[in-house]
Structure formats: structure tokens, C-alpha cells
């Protein structure tokens, strides 16, 4: 019999104590083996749960019992979760984890802890919610030399620039909605500046790139500048804005990663990706493009994919292959200065002094445009250092990358 404990029981960590009760014959014919949560660890009373007795307040219980040997991380953040992670690897213990935080900002010592101790950590959920990437990247697509990896990585975000398209909300109106919908929390800070998604995207860097990409240095603007004069110019042309985390291997071996909205071609399969739902584009030199899309967030999708990394040690005895990435050095990224692209820039100007700054661009055109406000797509592209050189002087209202 597998023996897990469960730490944090929130969200995500009563979805993996249900999966796992609710599914455990199928679960046991699968891996050949019976999984049981022994413990659950968190600060707060739970009388009336099913599992109540499981409940435990001090973690070197958990710790210092032989007889579990695999510890599902839920808590969140990067302080007291990377305390009992690293207490639980170092006691020999499996670690499985949804935590985007802890993964991007400590995944390498994590993996190399886990590696010296001869265990496993997993961190299939961190990425994607439900949606398997992290096994596909690490093996299915093991062959490739990934040359970008490409998504809507926050399902929040996506909703709300859904809502904008669709129903006409602004910002603000659709934030609300989010919120009383539950997709949004009180903060939403994480979410629309685009720092989950950065998180997000570090960790598909580090796994397709081979080195650790720090989330501090990577450049991330969210979705607060975006307007319904925006969404309308962009319907106008064929195309949606979309969040995105992106990041692509350059000719020289370095990395470009950042996070930023861009305006995708109706036609591009990231356009249809709607409402809370998210998509991992990703690019290898031998298959093409591959995409998985699928629920980012949510308790039983999560769930099922931390508990898909429980089942992967149970079948595997914990001798499947290690996943881990090199450090990064000076060397490992280059700035967004460096990446050209067309862009979309709406100004406080007339179409011919639009013209004159920038050269060959793509009119645009909504109803109830503002006077003096001219908005078009570049005809050539550029970096944005160079475009913002060129618009020097004018009154710029939104530049916004145009995907390739």
C-alpha cells in the first residue's frame, strides 16, 4: 500500500484527497497497488469532513513516518511550502506539487534535492491545471530540440478578455464579473500584471531549454492597459487579444521569454481559445506544432493531475527518470529588445503623422472612434525599442505585439 499526506487543505488539496478516495479502485487496478491518504496537514479544524481523521497540525508527523512515503504539496507560495518540501525530500519522501511559485523560483535546488535523495518530485498541475504538458514536454517529446513554447497560461485573464470581445464589458466591468463568477480572487494582482503566467512560462522554459530562467528577469506587462477601443480595432482586423506567455530559442542558443498581450489571427488555433480555459502551444524541429488546451484551474482538474504524479511513482516504485534543468548564467536569455515583430499602436494623432514616424502601416477603423485617434499594424517589423524610438514625440495610447 502507497501512503500519501496531503499538505493544505484548500481547493486543490481537498480535489486530491476526493480524486483519491472517490477513484481508488480504479486507481489501485492502474498502478497495482492501493493508495491511501494517511494524513492531511493544515492549521484549521475540519469536523465535519470525511477524512477528519487524517487531520494533523505539526508536519513532522508526516515527516518522520516511514510509512508514508509520497507528500502532495498544496499549500501555495514559496515560503512555508519550500520549508516542508525540502524537510520531505530530505527524509526521502516523493514530493508531488501544484505550486507555479515554488516550482519557477526553486525548481532547480528542488530537483537537484530530489535527485541526491534518490526520490521523485512532480510538478505536472503547476502549469497547466488539468492539462497534461509537463510529462508530454519531458518525454513524449523528448526527440525535439523545442524551438518555442507559446500559451494563454492564466485562465482569469482569459476570461475577462473574453468577456471584453464578446459582451462589450470594459475592464473593469468584466474583473467584477470574474470575481463574483470566482474566477478572479480579491487580489487579482497575480493574475492580470501577468506574473502567474510568468511563472508559468519559466517553468516551460527551464523544462525546454535545458536552464533555469529566473521569473525577476523576465519581462511581464498584463492586461490592465487594454481597452474596448482596443478589443474593437483588433475585431476590425481579423484578430483577438490574447495574454500571453511565450518564449523561443534564438539562432545564437539564448532564450527570449517574456509575458505580454498580443493580437492573434482569428484563424490561429490560441484565437478560439476561450473563457477560463488555456492552451500550450509548443514548436520542436522534427514534430511541428503541437497544442494542448484544456481546463488551467479548478479543484478536480488540478487534482487529477497532481494525482496522475501520485499514480507515476506508485507504478514506477519511484524509479522513473529524474526531471531537472542546468543553471542558467548572463548568457542563458537576451531581452525582448532583441525580438522583432509587427505591432498594433494606437496614437493621438492624424493617420499621415502616423505615417510619417513609423512608415508602412495598416489602417484601422471602428465606429465611435475618438477624433484624432488613429490606430493601425505595422507593416514591417521591428523590436519595440525601435518603434518606440520612432513614435517619439507622439501621443501614444496602446502598442500592443502582433503574434507572428
Not at 252 to 260: H, I, L, Q, T
Not at 317 to 346: H, M, N
Not at 356 to 379: M, N, P, W, Y
Request: proline residues 3%; hydrophobic residues 40%.
Amino acid at each position: 500500500m502507497v501512503k500519501v499526506a496531503i499538505l493544505g487543505y484548500g481547493t486543490v488539496g481537498s480535489g486530491v484527497a476526493q480524486v483519491l478516495c472517490q477513484n481508488k479502485d480504479a486507481i489501485a487496478r492502474s498502478v497495482g497497488d492501493e493508495v491511501q491518504v494517511k494524513y492531511i496537514l493544515d492549521v484549521r479544524d475540519f469536523d465535519q469532513s470525511p477524512y477528519g481523521g487524517t487531520f494533523v497540525k505539526d508536519f513532522s508527523v508526516i515527516e518522520e513516518d516511514p510509512e508514508v512515503s509520497a507528500v502532495v504539496e498544496t499549500i501555495g507560495g514559496a515560503t512555508v511550502a519550500l520549508n516542508f518540501t525540502q524537510r520531505a525530500l530530505s527524509a526521502g519522501k516523493h514530493v508531488v506539487t501544484s505550486n507555479k511559485e515554488l516550482v519557477a523560483c526553486h525548481g532547480l535546488e528542488l530537483t537537484r534535492l530530489a535527485q541526491e535523495k534518490g526520490v521523485c518530485y512532480l510538478f505536472e498541475a503547476s502549469v497547466g491545471g488539468g492539462i497534461p504538458i509537463i510529462r508530454p514536454l519531458t518525454m513524449c517529446l523528448a526527440a525535439n530540440q523545442i524551438e518555442e513554447v507559446c500559451g494563454i497560461l492564466n485562465g482569469t485573464t482569459n476570461y475577462i478578455l473574453t468577456r471584453m470581445i464578446g459582451a462589450g464589458l470594459s475592464f473593469e466591468a468584466a474583473l467584477k464579473e470574474a470575481q463574483e463568477n470566482g474566477y478572479a480572487e480579491r487580489d487579482p494582482s497575480a493574475d492580470i500584471l501577468g506574473y502567474d503566467a510568468c511563472r508559468k512560462i519559466c517553468i516551460l522554459a527551464d523544462l525546454s531549454f535545458g536552464k533555469n530562467v529566473d521569473p525577476q528577469l523576465v519581462p511581464t506587462e498584463g492586461i490592465t492597459g487594454i481597452t474596448l477601443a482596443d478589443v474593437d480595432y483588433a475585431d476590425g482586423a481579423g484578430k483577438k487579444i490574447k495574454l500571453l506567455g511565450r518564449a523561443l530559442r534564438q539562432p545564437d542558443g539564448r532564450v527570449c521569454a517574456y509575458v505580454a498581450p498580443h493580437l492573434v489571427d482569428g484563424s490561429h488555433p490560441l484565437a478560439g481559445v476561450e473563457d477560463v480555459f488555456n492552451a500550450v502551444l509548443v514548436k520542436g524541429d522534427a514534430v511541428g506544432e503541437v497544442m494542448f488546451y484544456g481546463p488551467g484551474a479548478g479543484k478536480l482538474p488540478t487534482a487529477s493531475a497532481v494525482v496522475a504524479d501520485v499514480m507515476d511513482i506508485a507504478r514506477s516504485k519511484g524509479a522513473r527518470p529524474p526531471i531537472t534543468w542546468e543553471q542558467g548564467d548572463d548568457q542563458t536569455l537576451c531581452g525582448t529588445d532583441e525580438l522583432a515583430s509587427r505591432f498594433y499602436v494606437r496614437v493621438q494623432a492624424g493617420a499621415d503623422a502616423l505615417r510619417t514616424h513609423v512608415g508602412e502601416i495598416k489602417l484601422l477603423a471602428r465606429s465611435g472612434a475618438a477624433a484624432g485617434e488613429t490606430a493601425g499594424i505595422t507593416e514591417q517589423a521591428m523590436t519595440e525599442q525601435q518603434l518606440r524610438s520612432k513614435l517619439e514625440g507622439m501621443e501614444v495610447l496602446s502598442l500592443i505585439r502582433v503574434l507572428n
